[in-house]
């Protein structure tokens, strides 16, 4: 069976911690694949306000995830701190890739890679739009 490789980019434009609950823990005493989309969500939350933004308004359109992706790497435990990194990255007309690296603060183990794929939406013409020209001035980066 094939398996999903997701490589990272070389450099991340954010990071922010968060300390695992006990509702991020599966039965198998580890942090659960729903919970990463969830810390994933947090830390884009973060990001985006540190500009901001926020998912509904990014500069007038908001956002919606069109796919998500998580790479295994380790275990992560409750109690134990994580940082995420999230990179903005690989932009189309209407949206981009948020990348994300997950690893246990103290020892920088690494826990998971994720990726969410967004696209840009008018919420009121209930159709995809764009790219916000002041969100792209922010993460597009020359080569």
């Given amino acids: 069976m094939a398996r999903v490789k997701l490589d990272l980019p070389e450099r991340f434009d954010f990071s922010t911690e968060i300390s695992l609950r006990v509702s991020d823990i599966n039965y198998g005493g580890h942090l659960g694949h729903d919970s990463i989309l969830s810390l994933t969500h947090e830390a884009r939350v ?65 826990v998971a890679r994720a990726k969410t794929g967004i696209v840009f939406f008018d919420y009121r013409e209930r159709k995809v739009t764009y790219v916000p020209e002041k969100f792209r001035a922010i993460f597009v980066t020359e080569s």
């Fill in 46 to 110: 973060r990001l985006l306000r540190k500009y901001g933004f926020t998912e509904i308004n990014i500069d007038g359109p908001g956002l919606i995830i069109y796919d998500a992706v998580i790479v295994y790497k380790s275990e992560a435990f409750y109690g134990e701190t994580v940082k995420i990194e999230v990179a903005i990255c690989d932009f189309s007309k209407y949206g981009c890739d948020f990348v994300y690296k997950i690893t246990e603060k103290e020892t920088g183990r690494e």
